[in-house]
Every structure is written in C-alpha cells, then in structure tokens.
C-alpha cells in the first residue's frame, strides 16, 4: 500500500525536522 509507505515516509522527515535522533532511530 503506498500510503502506508508515504505515512512512514512522513513520519521519518517530520522526525527529522522535530529532531534528528528520532528520525536516526
């Protein structure tokens, strides 16, 4: 499913943003 994948997608980048330890974890 790709909304599966572009929800994940989103949630790495707004780790990412927010704070890169999250988004490296």
Do not use: D, K, W
Request: proline residues 4%; glycine residues 12%; without cysteine.
């Amino acid at each position: 499913m790709e909304q599966s994948r572009a929800a994940a997608r989103l949630q790495i980048v707004l780790g990412h943003l927010g704070r890169p330890s999250a988004g490296a974890v």
